[in-house]
Every structure is written in C-alpha cells, then in structure tokens.
C-alpha cells in the first residue's frame, strides 16, 4: 500500500476568518451546507472507502465543525453513502479545526497528528472511530482540494477517459468486407 506523504509547509501564524464574518456565516442554515459537503464527499470519498471503514461507520453520526466560521457540517453514513442529518449536540464523532487547517489538510499540506499535538485539530466522541477514518484518509491517494485536479480540463480528461466519445464503427458494406 502506498502512503502519502505530507509536507509541513504550514504557516507559522494559522490564519483565522475574522470574527465578524464567522458570525455572519454562523447564522447560515445547516443543512444545505452538510449537503454540499456530503456530496463532495460521497464523490470523492465514498468510491474508496474501505470495506471494514463503511462496516463500523454505518449509522455513526459525524459532525465536521469549522471553528473560525462557526459552522457545524452533520452527517451519517447509511451503509453506501454519506447523507447529511440534522444537527447533533453529541455526534459519535466530531472532528474540529479552523478553516485555514482543514484546507491544509484536505490538501495534503499538513500532517493531522501535527494540527491534533498543537491542540488546532480536535476529536471529540469515539477516538477509536476517528482513528479509523483519519488512517483510512490517510491511505487514500486522493487530491481533493489540489486545484490542478479539479480544473476543467482535468475533470474533462478523467470524465472523457471512463466515456469515450467514438461512435460505434458504421457496419461494412458488402464491398467493403472483401
């Protein structure tokens, strides 16, 4: 199994959204955002989830909570895809952190157990579980927030790789199949 590497390029000073704007986007209805996190996540994640890691995750309620913006993302696992849920004061995971450090982490560019040791990555609720998930993450060669994966030629080249775009041959004429 190959493993990814992760740099450490992180900024000295995290960067936090400003109060004002967090307080603003906190007020932002639940819902559609956990949507639109969960489809993301179903599209890039959920075709390589592990078998065992999709076992112990069935009906767990997860919850990523982006502190500086104050908004909580809920969601479950129902056995083949990530839905979104309604909010949970005591999800069976919660996984905590800054803006600033989950785009690092999305991208590669910060190691978890480093955010986690300096107290800006937090589990809360069953640690075995986010163990799993962190280590399953973290064998996935996925480049989720690399821009260069998701630009539109990139997406197009993938797409058009698993569609081609031939036509079927024209049948042979009877002359043409001497």
């Known amino acids: 199994m190959h493993r990814t590497s992760w ?12 109060r004002p704007l967090g307080a603003v986007l906190s007020r932002l209805p ?23 890691v999709a076992v112990l995750l069935k009906d767990r309620r997860l919850s990523i909570r982006v502190r500086d913006a104050r908004l909580a993302f809920d969601f479950v696992w129902t056995g083949w895809r990530f839905a979104p849920s309604a909010p949970q004061p005591n999800p069976d995971l919660a996984i905590s952190a800054h803006l600033q450090d989950f785009m690092l982490l999305a991208q590669r560019r910060q190691d978890p157990d480093t955010l986690f040791f300096n107290r800006r990555l937090l589990m809360e609720g069953d640690t075995e579980l986010g163990l799993v998930v962190k280590n ?26 698993r569609r081609p775009w ?3 041959s024209p049948p042979l004429s009877a002359e043409n199949r001497r």
Do not use: K
């Open 30 to 52: 639940a819902y559609p955002g956990s949507m639109l996190l969960v489809t993301a996540i179903n599209l890039a994640l959920t075709p390589h989830l592990p078998p065992d």
């Open 136 to 161: 399953a993450l973290d064998a996935m060669e996925l480049p989720l927030l690399d821009p260069r994966y998701w630009s539109p030629c990139a997406v197009l080249t993938r797409w058009a790789s």
């Open 166 to 168: 031939q036509l079927p």
């Open 7 to 18: 740099s450490s390029s992180a900024p000295e000073t995290p960067f936090t959204l400003p």
